[in-house]
């Protein structure tokens, strides 16, 4: 008998749990869903915040011990299990790897989470157009910012790293797909878009895609 003792709080359409599917997938970690769906506001359900006093997905439980923020997640998991890795050895790689990361985590995803797009609404009375007219330029910023940053570096080559597979694109993945659902296009950032193709080539991301997790509709 097999005991899972992983599980995974997730949301089909949350990037942030995404990214924890598919790192889990490349390292070959198996883990039970936990469905939490944000539509519903499960997150904010008491007996969700027990476990994350956030009240944010997603959460991870390994070993009787929760985790949470996904980018802190990713880094336990590649010191916890270490192969193959999602931060590369070198240190100049690290940093850079860190910092695609956290242009994406730190400052495109919160502009654009669902709670700061309901607080447009409710708090400044924003509708639709305005809505995706503000999600869509902080995409915009976001991105050509990154195209930049990659292209003035130069490590970039089939992924954001070289040739390894890194926490780099596993954030940069459901970025896309997240842009990709508001209506924004990524085709002027060539070296981003092709990153995305390549990475969906790959089970690990493929598999993690919004649209074939259970709790999808
Ligand atoms: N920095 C956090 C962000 C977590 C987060 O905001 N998750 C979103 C889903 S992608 C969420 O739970 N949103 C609920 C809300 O905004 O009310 C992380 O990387 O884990």
């Known amino acids: 008998m097999i005991v899972l003792s992983r599980y995974l709080y997730t949301f089909f ?40 006093p956030q009240g944010l997905l997603p959460l991870l439980v390994d070993g009787g011990r929760s985790y949470i923020q996904s980018m802190s997640i990713i880094e336990y998991l590649d010191e916890a299990y270490p192969e193959p890795p999602l931060i590369p050895k070198e240190i100049n790689a690290r940093a850079y790897v860190r910092a695609v990361s956290q242009i994406i985590g730190c400052e495109m995803h919160p502009l654009n989470n669902v709670r700061v797009l309901k607080h447009l609404r409710i708090q400044f009375a924003a509708d639709d157009d305005a809505v995706q007219a503000w999600y869509a330029h902080w995409i915009a910023v976001g991105f050509s910012g990154l195209e930049d940053y990659l292209s003035s570096v130069g490590r970039h080559a089939t992924y954001c790293c070289g040739e390894q597979i890194t926490m780099a694109d596993v954030c940069l993945v459901p970025q896309v797909f997240n842009a990709q659902r ?24 493929q598999s993690a895609q919004p649209k074939l997790q259970a709790d999808a509709f």
């Open 13 to 52: 359409r949350s990037s942030t749990s995404f990214r924890l599917r598919i790192a889990l997938r490349y390292k070959g970690l198996d883990y039970e869903s936990h469905f939490v769906s944000l539509p519903r506001m499960e997150h904010q359900d008491a007996a969700y915040r027990v476990l994350n």
């Open 182 to 205: 508001f209506g924004c296009s990524i085709d002027q950032y060539k070296i981003l878009k092709g990153i995305f193709e390549r990475c969906m080539e790959l089970d690990a991301f």
